[in-house]
């Protein structure tokens, strides 16, 4: 033993110590990696719901969806892959998107009765399968084809997929939507990350191809009405992130009901408002009161400001700036660039994207103005400036009754 620790300057008790050091170390480092990989997937999740509320066309927001879970890296495929939807009158899955496929896979696989080859096969039994070769499964081949594995996971509509119900027939009005097929490469292992971030994608992909499909049976029937009429279908589409939006709104008269300070309030509604994940700001933002007597906006809630931009923006007189600017209009501005309000931009202040929204009360007259921050060459989303509006809108209502209370 002596000699032992004479070599390696250490004894056997440090050396244990080190060892578990080490593996903590080992397992911290897991953890890191785990949460880097989670938030990548989420954030391919949110682009999916983002890109499904605009315009795009159901083939290419589907080829859309592809290439978004190519740019995973860690799902270590092959930069193949397609999304079949499933036709109910002929029973069988047909090719809607595709990346990488050959002319000659494309026809093949053009048309796939359920049980045939493995993506009818996961139509079929309502099941993920992974095979790492091309087995005897493997039917739909061609002399082109190179040796390779799949992931082939079905897309089920939403009420199944809630429900959970394994004895639902194929012939009833609801069941498979489509099926992802992805290729990896021969003799790859399976993956349980892979396995539950496909399945998450799955199920947002299925609420979206019902909503599109909803949407467009919808333009169909409306083409001859109203652009106000067609924006009916768009909020339709947009019903999940409406509920976001109401849930804010909520939090917000909430703190104002239990008779929180109305700095307190602000504060608390710029918070709310930069955590709706997919908005996707900075977790930085100002809240002003316009002081008709001075004609001026003061700043009287934020979070993320340094004490410089603090200073700086302490008061903004009617015009100055993009805040100044909002105030004066009274009109919403996005702002892409620092570089359009360099007079309120403090020094050592990274480069930011900002929306600005004016607050007014019932009366529409100017009660103050929300300022968010963005990252630079951050692209303006009509969605997105409707929800400041109805933040703005509540705000308005809230320092009117505050302000009407405090003078009665």
């Known amino acids: 033993m002596m000699e032992e620790t004479k070599k390696t300057g250490l004894s056997g008790d ?6 578990e050091l080490s593996e903590a170390n080992v397992q ?14 989420h954030q391919v999740i949110y682009r999916f719901i ?3 509320i605009g315009a795009l066309p159901l083939n290419q927001l589907l080829e859309k969806a592809i290439r978004e879970i190519f740019s995973i890296e860690w799902l270590k495929f092959e930069p193949k892959g397609a999304i079949f939807l499933y036709n109910r009158e002929a ?22 009765p359920l049980g045939r080859c493995l993506c009818g096969m996961a139509a079929s039994l309502r099941k993920p399968l992974f095979v790492d070769c091309m087995d005897k499964r493997h039917v739909n081949r061609c002399d082109e084809m190179a040796p390779h594995g799949h992931y082939c996971v079905p897309i089920l509509d939403r009420l199944l997929s809630e429900k959970k119900d394994p004895v639902r027939i194929l012939g009833e009005k609801r069941g498979v939507v489509g099926v992802m097929c992805f290729y990896v490469k021969e003799g790859s292992l399976r993956d349980e990350r892979a396995d539950s971030f496909l399945g998450l994608a799955a199920d947002v992909l299925g609420g979206v ?11 169909k029937s409306l083409a001859e009405l109203s652009e106000a009429n067609m924006q009916l279908v768009r909020d339709f589409v947009a019903k999940e992130m409406a509920e976001d939006v109401q849930k804010v709104i909520f939090r917000i008269v909430r703190v104002a009901m239990r008779g929180a300070s109305l700095e307190t309030v602000l504060e608390q509604a710029v918070r709310e408002t930069v955590s709706v994940v997919w908005f996707k ?16 906006l003061e700043l009287k809630a934020q979070i993320g400001f340094s004490p410089a931009e603090q200073k700086l923006c302490a008061q903004v007189p009617l015009g ?20 359009e309000c360099q007079a309120c931009r403090a020094v050592g202040t990274p480069p930011q994207s900002r929306y600005v929204v004016p607050i007014l009360n019932e009366k529409k007259e100017l ?42």
């Open 14 to 19: 440090s050396r244990k110590m080190l060892s």
């Open 28 to 41: 911290m480092a897991k953890a890191v990696v785990e949460k880097e990989m989670t938030e990548e997937a």
């Open 50 to 52: 983002r890109v499904a």
């Open 91 to 112: 029973a069988q899955l047909e090719l809607k998107a595709q990346v990488g496929l050959t002319p000659a896979e494309q026809e093949l696989c053009a048309r796939i």
């Open 209 to 219: 191809i019902e909503r599109k499909r909803t949407e467009e049976i919808l333009e």
């Open 281 to 296: 700001l900075e977790a930085k933002g100002a809240v002003f009161l316009f002081n008709r007597d001075a004609s001026q």
């Open 320 to 339: 100055r700036c993009s805040c100044g600017s909002v105030a004066a209009s009274r009109r919403p501005l996005f702002v892409g660039s620092s570089e």
């Open 367 to 408: 009660t103050g103005v929300m300022c968010l921050f963005a990252r630079e060459g951050f692209l303006r989303d009509e969605w997105e400036m409707e929800f400041l509006g109805s933040i703005a809108s509540i705000l308005g209502d809230i320092i009117e009754h505050r302000q009407n209370g405090a003078t009665a």
